[in-house]
């Protein structure tokens, strides 16, 4: 199945800095969906998107719902130690019935 | 507490044998998913379920079943014929009432081969 294109795979930051991520797709989607899963845990929502242009926020965290709708990106502000974690970036294509197309994740390192 | 909850944590399997993953939800939610991780990997989708008594294969089905007998049930059994079966197991949940809600997900079942 079809996966989407999510970078950087990993990043290494220090505490306070601000982080970018971004997923791309060949597909058109109607929903982008932001997940961090920590070791040996289930991923949690983040920020569900559902409109082209649609900016949101969670805190310190901000994603967006690109305007061709083949993209989406996640910035976090002012990173702390328990930002860290493993990303995942999840769309559901127009026509694309039930199924989330997933990234690969981007591994996030914060150093106190 | 309202959630999913998957058990157990860790399941051994020894060659041949069959063993069953439980997914269980209070949520009251219509549609439920299993997933697989590799290591580096996205989740990919082994079957779903959209309602009661009915489901499909995703991606990767192969080598596993399920059955959605009751609404907040969705066992997955990864048989003998999945040869490489190691892999931490995840299971989800979503409310097909409202447009494009979201999947929520359990904290996983980790599978290793003795």
């Known amino acids: 199945g079809q996966q989407l294109n999510q970078s950087p795979q990993s990043m290494f930051i220090q505490e306070g800095e601000d982080v970018s991520m971004n997923c791309t797709s060949s597909?058109?989607?109607?929903?982008w969906l932001w997940y961090k899963q920590d070791p040996g845990e289930g991923p949690v929502l983040l920020i569900a998107?559902?409109?082209?242009?649609e900016l949101t926020s969670n805190g310190r965290l901000t994603a967006q719902f690109g305007i061709t709708r083949k993209d989406s990106f996640l910035n976090i502000s002012a990173s702390i130690p328990s930002d860290v974690g493993i990303y995942f970036c999840?769309?559901?294509?127009?026509?694309?019935?039930?199924?989330?197309?997933f990234g690969k994740g981007t591994k996030l390192t914060v150093n106190p | 507490d309202g959630g999913i909850t998957q058990s157990p944590k860790y399941l051994f399997r020894k060659e041949g044998q069959n063993v069953t993953l439980s997914c269980e939800q209070n949520?009251?939610?219509?549609?439920m998913y299993w997933y697989r991780q590799d290591p580096g990997q996205g989740l990919r989708l082994i079957y779903y379920?959209?309602?009661?008594?009915?489901?499909q294969k995703g991606d990767i089905a192969e080598g596993y079943s399920v059955s959605r007998e009751k609404k907040e049930s969705f066992p997955l059994t990864v048989t003998s014929a999945q040869k490489n079966p190691t892999a931490f197991y995840l299971c989800?949940?979503?409310?097909?009432?409202?447009?494009?809600?979201?999947?929520?997900f359990g904290d996983g079942t980790r599978l290793s081969i003795l």
């Open positions: 597909s058109i989607f109607n929903t």
């Open positions: 989800a949940s979503r409310d097909r009432g409202e447009r494009n809600q979201p999947q929520h």
């Open positions: 999840a769309g559901r294509r127009v026509g694309g019935s039930e199924k989330l197309v």
């Open positions: 379920s959209q309602i009661v008594n009915d489901f």
């Open positions: 998107l559902y409109k082209a242009g």
């Open positions: 949520l009251n939610h219509d549609a």
